[in-house]
């Protein structure tokens, strides 16, 4: 009930924290006053409309126009917020503009490292957008990326929205019916490509993909491309495209904001698509930036001129969170290329050059970290970082311990959990509050959290559905093209009325208000009518330091019948024997309970992932069921393609075997 503390704040710390001053502007401003934060969060949802109306005052955001009611409807999906008004999302940005921090650090796995000022920035973003206008895109248009995570991409998003148009982007690792797959919904009018990228010493050169990107998308009007690596001649390929760096000589350009309605488009997300065409999760300016404001305020406590990093690509959310730092007059630092090349260290070592303040990452490189047997405490200078964020898969307790004991032991942890459906996070860090082993620190501000049962009551201390029970202004506006909410409400709200059913168990603490993921509940592990996480089988593989990466399924089988592989990828100089299968039993038994225990263990070369890092449980369940390859996944959705043919040969042994 009390997990183990690891770290916890100062007074200096907590004082200087902007949840501290909120609570402080609360009682002087408005007469609020709040015992601490658990009070504070329940407020923040119980009277969400007043919590939400406040932050637009508190955050002094910038509007036309007047709105008669925070909300219009009763009922989420339909949901609408502070209609009435108009804003825009860039010129919350520029309004940090100073002389005095670098607005954008770069880096890459080559070693380049390039600081952009804030006046730098501001013409390159004028210059472009008025390319942009010159060439008729305004107001509702799509702009789409297919870029790597560079400068560039930051100044065309900034760029894009200045002038009104929505933005929408993928990564260059993408193929290319992926990024067809996904633009083709929104009919774009102009494409910003590069000509390939980096990725583990190897370059990638793409220009015949882009070609072929552009030939299949007949709502395009230009295309734009950034020369990167420039191993191609580009006039041989395309007939006609504008060179990125054409678009931003106007150095007398003005930069101008178009103010759109709150719920106007802001982006177009994604989801993986695993099993079907992927969903164009469309979000609102007013919605993402109030959202933004709150949780990188309040729930990573950035700073002005403090330098935030995220590890990401273009394809993914967290590229879209690590923008909104800038609302807080912080400096984006931003990387290309792998975090493992030309070892593990790299980002660490970055981190010290680049002199992080607040460091983001996934749960499975801090695995990967702790299995590889480095200490960047001793090799790295990371007396400037003040927090490690951590998201994209639950963090085992093991790797909360070697964060402290092998990186820093007075830096804040704050492991967190959302997605693309809201791009950002439902639960998080919390500056008030210690840090506890393997928990998430709290429920984020105006997010109803909640652990549902079967029949939809309350649970605490034991394995729930992670719902959310009140509305927030960065759910989706709806799904691109999706007029009916058909694949809105399917996706969220089928299994409990008006209830937004995430897809995680989650486990609340009800003494420290902590949390714990437990994975994915549609990858659900039910053992003789108990329900296990895959989160709780990884922690404990993740102990064996013979085993690389794993992967769980349970499948149900006629009469009653259930089969649980686990598949096994091995590190190198080791393979999977008797004696390593009897320590991978024995680590989850001792550390869980027998029914932890698989059925079979299975080595295998490689483990299917999305091509944003997700484990792919579901498809591969549904392979292994006997479902018809085309509707269990989308191979385009797949970084590693080839390795989903081991489970489709898999299958045929399932059948065979007298389980």
């Known amino acids: 009930m009390n997990p183990k503390i690891l770290w916890q704040p100062s007074d200096e710390f907590i004082e200087n924290s902007h949840i501290f001053h909120f609570l402080k502007w609360l009682k002087k401003e408005k007469g609020y006053e709040f015992t601490g934060y658990n009070e504070l969060w329940e407020w923040s949802v119980d009277k969400y409309e007043d919590f939400w109306k406040i932050l637009l005052e508190y955050f002094e955001i910038e509007y036309s126009g007047e709105y008669e009611n925070v909300v219009q409807g009763s009922e989420m999906p339909f949901i609408k917020w502070f209609e009435g008004i108009s804003l825009n999302y860039a010129q919350h940005v520029f309004r940090n503009a100073n002389d005095e921090f670098p607005a954008i650090i770069f880096g890459n796995e080559a070693g380049d490292y390039t600081e952009i000022l804030w006046d730098e920035l501001e013409k390159k973003v004028a210059s472009f957008a008025g390319y942009l206008k010159s060439i008729g895109v305004g107001k509702g248009d799509r702009v789409v990326a297919f870029l790597p995570n560079v400068p560039e991409a930051t100044i065309a998003f900034l760029a894009v929205n200045s002038i009104g148009a929505i933005w929408s982007s993928t990564s260059p690792d993408f193929g290319v019916d992926s990024v067809v797959d996904r633009f083709a919904q929104i009919s774009p009018k102009v494409l910003i490509a590069v000509d390939g990228y980096t990725y583990n010493g190897k370059r990638y050169e793409k220009t015949a993909v882009v070609k072929n990107i552009y030939d299949n998308l007949p709502s395009l009007e230009k295309l734009i491309l950034l020369e990167y690596i420039g191993e191609t001649d580009k006039d041989e390929v395309f007939e006609d495209y504008v060179d990125f760096h054409q678009c931003l000589v106007d150095n007398d350009a003005e930069l101008t904001f178009t103010r759109v309605p709150f719920g106007h488009p802001v982006w177009v997300l994604y989801s993986s698509g695993t099993t079907g065409l992927p969903k164009p999760i469309t979000h609102s300016v007013g919605g993402v930036l109030l959202e933004h404001y709150k949780y990188l305020a309040f729930h990573n406590d950035i700073h002005i001129g403090e ?62 970290c702790m ?7 001793t090799d790295y200078d990371l007396s400037m970082l003040r927090s490690i964020s951590s998201t994209g898969a639950p963090l085992p307790p093991e790797g909360f311990e070697w964060i402290y004991k092998y990186v820093k032991n007075d830096v804040w942890l704050a492991s967190m959990s959302g997605g693309t459906d809201v791009c950002t996070a439902f639960v998080g860090g919390n500056p008030l509050w210690a840090v506890r082993e393997g928990e998430i620190q ?10 549902f049962d079967e029949r939809g009551n309350e649970v605490y201390d034991e394995v729930g559905e992670m719902v959310i029970t009140k509305p927030m202004p960065s759910m989706p506006i709806y799904f691109w093209n999706d007029k009916e909410f058909k694949r809105y409400k399917d996706s969220y709200f089928t299994y409990y009325p008006g209830v937004w059913r995430h897809g995680d168990w989650i486990k609340i603490n009800s003494v420290t208000k902590g949390l714990i993921i437990l994975g994915r509940s549609d990858a659900t592990l039910n053992r003789q009518g108990i329900r296990i996480g895959t989160a709780e089988i990884y922690r404990a593989v993740d102990m064996v330091n013979e085993v690389k990466d794993s992967l769980i399924v349970n499948l149900e089988l006629e009469g009653g019948r259930h089969y649980m592989p686990l598949f096994v990828v091995m590190n190198d100089g080791y393979e999977l024997n008797n004696e390593l299968v009897k320590k991978i039993k024995n680590t989850l038994r001792r550390e869980y309970t027998p029914r932890h225990v698989p059925d079979e263990i299975i080595e295998v070369e490689d483990l299917p992932y999305t091509i944003s890092g997700k484990k792919m449980e579901a498809p591969v369940k549904k392979i292994l069921l006997g479902f018809d390859i085309s509707k269990a996944i989308n191979i385009d959705s797949m970084r590693n393609p080839g390795s989903i043919d081991f489970f489709i040969e898999f299958r045929k042994r399932v059948d065979e075997r007298d389980i």
């Open 442 to 451: 709290c429920r984020a501000l105006g997010a109803a959290v909640y652990a």
């Open 307 to 368: 330098r935030f990093f995220w590890y990401s690509t273009t394809g993914w959310m967290m590229w879209n969170f690590v923008q909104a730092s800038f609302l807080m007059g912080a400096t984006v630092v931003l990387y290309e290329g792998s975090p493992a090349y030309p070892d593990i260290n790299k980002l660490w070592s970055f981190t010290e050059k680049a002199k992080i303040n607040h460091f983001g990452t996934s749960a499975p490189f801090i695995v990967a």
């Open 371 to 377: 299995k590889s047997g480095i200490n960047p405490k």
